[in-house]
C-alpha cells in the first residue's frame, strides 16, 4: 500500500512539473507580442510580466488593456473618407 502511495505522490510530482514548464512556455510566448501591444497602446511593456502570474495573469493583462484609457490614443483604423 504505501508504495502504492508514494507511486502516486512521484507522478503528481511529475505531472505537475510538466504543467508549470508548460505553463512558463506559454507565458514567455506571449510575453513578446503582448509587450509590443502595451507599449504601442502606451503603458509599461512591464505590463505584460502579468503573463507569469498562474491562472489569472492574462486576465489581468486583458482587463487592463480592454478598460483601461489608452495613454496614445486609441487605434484608428485608418482616416477613409
Do not use: K, Q, Y
Request: aromatic share 12%; glycine share 8%.
Amino acid at each position: 500500500m504505501a508504495t502504492v502511495i508514494a507511486w502516486l505522490l512521484g507522478l503528481g510530482a511529475v505531472a505537475l512539473f510538466f504543467l508549470a514548464f508548460a505553463h512558463l512556455v506559454v507565458s514567455l510566448v506571449l510575453i513578446i507580442p503582448t509587450w509590443r501591444i502595451c507599449t504601442r497602446a502606451g503603458f509599461s511593456g512591464a505590463l505584460s510580466l502579468f503573463h507569469l502570474v498562474p491562472v489569472i495573469g492574462s486576465f489581468i493583462v486583458m482587463a487592463v488593456l480592454a478598460f483601461s484609457d489608452w495613454p496614445n490614443g486609441e487605434a484608428s483604423s485608418g482616416d477613409r473618407r
